[in-house]
C-alpha cells in the first residue's frame, strides 16, 4: 500500500510467542500515539492488535511457535491500516468469526472485540499461499 500517499509508521516481526506480546503493545503504542489518535483510541487500537496477536500464537501457530508475526502500520491520509502477517498453515478466512457474545465462557471474545474496535477487518491466505493475512483499518476521527 505504501506509495499511494502512505507512510509506514511500523514495521516489527516477532517471534510468535506470547512473551513477545508486551514488546507488540509497547511498539504499536508508541507508533499510534503520534497518529492524532484519541488516547482512548489508541488503547483501544493496542488491545485489538494484542488480541490479533494472540489470535494468531494459539489458533494459527497452536503448540508450534516456531513461526513469527510481521506487524505493519501505514498511515493513508486519516486511515491507519494495520498488516498482520504469519506463516502458518493457511486458516479458512471463512472460519475466522467471532463467537456469539451469548456463549458465556472464558476466551474467545478477541475477534469481536478487534471487530468493534476497528472499522474494517479482513482476514485471508496470504497472496504468497504460505501464511495469513489481518488487514484491520482504524479511521482517524
Known amino acids: 500500500m505504501e506509495g499511494r500517499g502512505a507512510s509506514r509508521i511500523l514495521s516489527l516481526r516477532v517471534p510468535a510467542r506470547a512473551d513477545q506480546l508486551r ?11 503520534g ?11 493496542v488491545l485489538a492488535v494484542d ?9 494459527a501457530y497452536g503448540d508450534a511457535c516456531e513461526g513469527s508475526i510481521a506487524i505493519e502500520i501505514e498511515r493513508v491520509g486519516d486511515e491507519l491500516v494495520f498488516s498482520l502477517v504469519d506463516s502458518a498453515p ?3 478466512p471463512r472460519s475466522v468469526k467471532p463467537r456469539d457474545l451469548d ?30 493475512l489481518l488487514r484491520m483499518v482504524k479511521r482517524i476521527t
Open 51 to 59: 488480541e490479533a496477536c494472540q489470535n494468531i500464537i494459539r489458533h
Open 35 to 45: 497518529c492524532g489518535c484519541s488516547a482512548q483510541a489508541a488503547g483501544d487500537i
Open 23 to 33: 514488546r507488540v503493545r509497547e511498539e504499536v503504542r508508541a507508533a499510534v500515539d
Open 90 to 92: 493457511p486458516l479458512d
Open 103 to 132: 456463549d458465556l465462557r472464558p476466551g474467545g471474545l478477541g475477534t469481536h472485540l478487534i471487530r468493534t474496535v476497528m472499522d474494517e477487518t479482513d482476514f485471508a491466505r496470504h497472496p504468497s499461499g504460505a501464511g495469513n
